[in-house]
Every structure is written in structure tokens, then in C-alpha cells.
């Protein structure tokens, strides 16, 4: 898949999103702006007040709650009881709850606004919330769109990085702004390891495919270039992976010498409607991420491995099923990492699990189609 392809599709599905949700700017934001700004860090703080105050005014008496931003926010918060905390009356430094407000600017999509106010505009929600077929939210959480929640999992985790480095200052250099990028790029990755669905994947989607190349961001001269965060990412998930798993150019995937699934990208994610939910390369994405994080710890295994189905984990999707595996980093007692959901039913995955754990003849399930190959090879990686 083209990289732009899914560019073209946000520009559209955002304005839509704009215009349905807020009633106002109803025109087409600049991807290009998005994040990567001309400014400092300090006069990002000083431009995310005045983002509040006009907020506030212009919303007062309105309801600009987004409980999926919320609920996933205080997921990462939740997965990082040692390092993050909301106030609980023992820290005099903590996070405020997340503010869902509008960038009148159009140079931010999510910002550290100081004093523990973490905020993400409405137009950047949207943006991640992905293709038009599928609904922002199911039952009012919206957990089943994993892959877009992620993106906007990685956001928020880089800004909270900003609020545990502690190190914004009153003024900068360019440079000090690029290092606390950097550190807060960092920090985002290490808080996925605790939550049950993001992971390094997300940080890997937003960096790889939101910009067609640096030629979007040469403006730019206070945070890295997409194409570096974008290696940072990936190099981060050879190394979690112990090099089993590497990225080329065009972000095909290789797993133990070969190319992930055969083709180096999952499928996409097909629910049946205009557009897929996902696209193959940044499910690939996303599931590379969580491989990672499995072999990193050490949980890659049969022994680990868990299936249920989405209706029980998402309140939505009947008997297809979620592939997780345990997590030995989430603070709950018996916490898993999803690593894919399937559009196979429940039966249909426990028949070709049983097949390939146990090494049997792959014709004995008769044809497979392309989703059912794909959860097949990915289950023949697992020791």
C-alpha cells in the first residue's frame, strides 16, 4: 500500500469528522502542520494556554469530552503506577485529566500545556479514528479500533513523557527542544509495556505513515524529522525483538530471516465496508510492535498464549477472535498484551491452533482464506 493513499484518506474522512462533530473549521486541516511545528517547547506551553482559554470560552456549557481519548489516557496512566499518577494526595506533581479541546492554530495535535495538562485536539482524534465505515466508538468506548487507538495512545504517551522529563524550561535552544523530542519519543515506547493493547507499533504508525516524507516538515527546525522518529521506532523493535524481526525501506516486515507472512505485511483488516479498517502495512506495524514486546519478555510462546473472543474483550464483534499473550509488565495480577484481533470465528481459530501447535497436516482444515493464513503463520513463529 501507498503511503500517501491513507494521507488522502484522512484529509477526507477528517473534514467530515470536523464538520459532524464541532460544526466549525470546517476546513481541511494541514497534515503537514500536524505536530511539527516551528516552535519551541516553551512557546508551545505559552500557545497551549491561550489553546485552553479560548477553549473554554468558546465551549462553555458544552460537552467536549471524547471518552475513547480519556479512557485511553488513563489506560497509559493506569499501566504506569510507579512513574505517572493523577492526584491522590501523596505526590505535589501529577496529571490533571486529559483536555479534548480545538487547535485554533493548526500546529498541534496534542500538547503539554504544564502544570500536569495534557491536551489533544478533537481534529487529531478524528484524524486517527480512521476510515468512515468504521464507527468512532462501539457502546461508547470505541475499543475495538486497536490500530487507530494506538496512534492516539502514542500521542499522549509522548506528551506525558514531556511531563515525567521535567525538564521544560523557560527558554530553549533548537537543540534542546530536538533532545526533549527525543526523550519524550523514548519515554512513550517504554509506557506501552504495561497496557493491554498499544504498544511500539502505534509510535511506529504515527511517525511512518502520517507524513509522505520530510519534505512535509522541512519548516521544521525543533523536532526530529519524521523519517528519524520513524527509525528510532523501528530500530527500537529489532532491538526488543532480539533482531528477529526487521524493517526495510517500504516497512516489509521480516520474522527470523523471512518475509512476515510470506509477503512481509499482514493483511488488511477488512471488515467489508468502503474502505478496510486497517491497512496491511500498518497492521503490520502494529502487530510487529507487539511481537516485540513478546519476545522481549519473553512471552513468545505456547505456554503464554491467550485467545478470546472480541465480543468479550470489546463489547463488539461476536466470536471473532483477539490473540494476547500474558503480559508480565501490566500492574494487574493476571494482565495480557493483545497482539491481533482475527476476523475468524472462535471454532474456526481453535482448529487451526490445535493443527499448528501440534505440528499436523495444515490440509486437514481444508482452505484457508487470506485471514485465516495469516493467523496460521503468525502462530508457526511462536515457540
Known amino acids: 500500500m501507498k503511503k500517501n493513499s491513507r494521507i488522502k484518506k484522512l484529509f477526507t474522512t477528517s473534514l467530515l469528522i470536523a464538520i459532524a462533530f ?50 485511553i489516557y488513563h489506560e497509559i496512566v493506569e499501566a504506569n503506577p510507579t512513574r505517572m499518577w493523577f492526584n491522590d494526595g501523596k505526590h505535589p506533581y501529577y496529571l490533571q485529566e486529559l483536555r479534548c479541546i480545538d487547535s485554533y492554530s493548526g500546529k498541534m495535535d496534542a500538547f503539554n ?27 461508547g468506548k470505541g475499543k475495538h479500533k486497536i490500530y487507530n487507538n494506538a496512534i492516539i495512545a502514542s500521542a499522549l504517551a509522548h506528551e506525558i513523557g514531556h511531563w515525567e522529563d521535567k525538564t ?6 533548537t537543540e534542546e527542544s530536538i533532545q526533549a523530542e527525543r526523550i519524550a519519543d523514548r519515554l512513550a515506547l517504554e509506557y506501552m509495556d504495561g497496557t493491554l493493547f498499544y504498544g511500539y507499533g502505534g509510535c511506529l504508525i504515527d511517525n511512518a505513515t502520517r507524513f509522505v516524507d520530510d519534505s512535509e516538515a522541512k519548516d521544521d527546525e525543533t523536532h526530529p524529522l519524521p523519517s528519524a522518529r520513524a527509525n528510532m521506532v523501528s530500530n527500537y523493535i529489532t532491538n526488543a525483538s532480539k533482531n528477529r524481526l526487521k524493517f526495510d525501506k517500504e516497512y516489509r516486515v521480516t520474522l527470523d530471516g523471512k518475509l512476515f507472512n510470506g509477503t512481509g505485511y499482514a493483511p488488511d483488516y477488512d471488515i467489508g465496508g468502503r ?22 519478555y519473553g512471552v513468545w510462546n505456547k505456554h503464554d498464549l491467550m485467545m478470546q473472543t472480541q465480543q468479550s474483550l470489546f463489547g ?8 494476547s ?8 495480577p493476571n494482565g495480557c498484551k493483545v497482539i491481533d484481533k482475527f476476523n475468524i470465528s472462535y471454532q474456526r481459530a481453535s482448529d487451526i491452533i490445535k493443527v499448528v ?22 502462530l508457526k513463529t511462536i515457540s
Open 325 to 332: 499473550v500474558r503480559n508480565p509488565k501490566s500492574p494487574e
Open 275 to 296: 474502505w478496510p479498517e486497517i491497512e496491511a502495512n500498518e497492521r503490520t506495524m502494529y502487530v510487529a510492535g507487539q511481537i516485540a514486546f513478546a519476545i522481549k
Open 22 to 71: 464541532l460544526g466549525v473549521h470546517s476546513t481541511t486541516p494541514n497534515v503537514a502542520e500536524a505536530r511539527y511545528s516551528d516552535l519551541t517547547i516553551a512557546e508551545e506551553r505559552v500557545l497551549a494556554q491561550e489553546h485552553l482559554r479560548n477553549a473554554y470560552r468558546e465551549l462553555e456549557g458544552k460537552d467536549y469530552r471524547d471518552e475513547n481519548a480519556i479512557r
Open 316 to 323: 463488539c464483534g461476536g466470536d471473532t477472535v483477539v490473540l
Open 113 to 139: 500545556a504544564g502544570d500536569g495538562i495534557i491536551c489533544i485536539t478533537r481534529r487529531y482524534i478524528g484524524e486517527c479514528s480512521g476510515y468512515a465505515t468504521c464507527a468512532v466508538s462501539v457502546n
Open 168 to 173: 521544560l524550561k523557560s527558554s530553549r535552544t
Open 357 to 378: 501447535v501440534n505440528h499436523g497436516n495444515m490440509n486437514q482444515l481444508g482452505s484457508l482464506n487470506q485471514e485465516e493464513k495469516y493467523f496460521a503463520e503468525l
